[in-house]
């Protein structure tokens, strides 16, 4: 079970069985999806199942792997769509202008006058740029900044703060 203070981050997704051993189908969301292996044992979003990792080979766009407790297609199947996370602290670093989800979630928002705009509750990406999710200190229908070097000037995970310059009609 994992640490609640280690920040988890989700580095790939079970998308069903492959045949009839146990085989998975997985998605990585690593950078090098192949690297995906090296951060097991996986776990769980909630901590409680973990799981040692091997991949077998590639299919469609996915990875094909054993996981450990997987022996039967029917086991595999019941997993499809669980999020496989690793603690934070396995991941490699990032260069100074890249960030992971996990370490944004939270932060407060200012825009380049210093108003608080709010706090990011998600980054989400639907195909184009990432947009951050910010709950407004107001209420209220969430704000979605495009997380751009314009739109999003400096990030300083230290002051656990972002200064935001969003497009003009956004606000």
Do not use: W
């Amino acid at each position: 079970m994992s640490d609640q203070t280690t920040p988890m981050i989700c580095v790939g997704a079970i998308s069903g069985a492959f045949g009839v051993r146990g085989d998975i189908r997985l998605k990585s969301f690593c950078a090098d999806p192949g690297a995906i292996a090296d951060y097991a044992p996986l776990s769980t979003e909630d901590g409680t199942r973990q799981f040692d990792l091997k991949l077998t080979g590639q299919a469609k766009g996915v990875f094909t792997a054993r996981i450990s407790g997987v022996s039967t297609k029917e086991q595999a199947d019941a997993l499809r769509g669980v999020r496989l996370f690793a603690p934070r602290g396995r991941l490699p670093g990032l260069p100074d202008d890249e960030y992971y989800y996990a370490d944004l979630i939270g932060l407060s928002v200012v825009d380049t006058g210093g108003a608080p705009l709010g706090t990011v509750i998600a980054v989400q990406n639907h195909g184009a740029d990432d947009l951050l999710e910010i709950k407004r200190p107001t209420g209220g229908d969430t704000l979605l900044l495009p997380f751009t070097r314009d739109g999003v000037p400096t990030v300083d995970l230290a002051a656990r703060r972002i200064v935001a310059d969003p497009p003009d009609g956004l606000l």
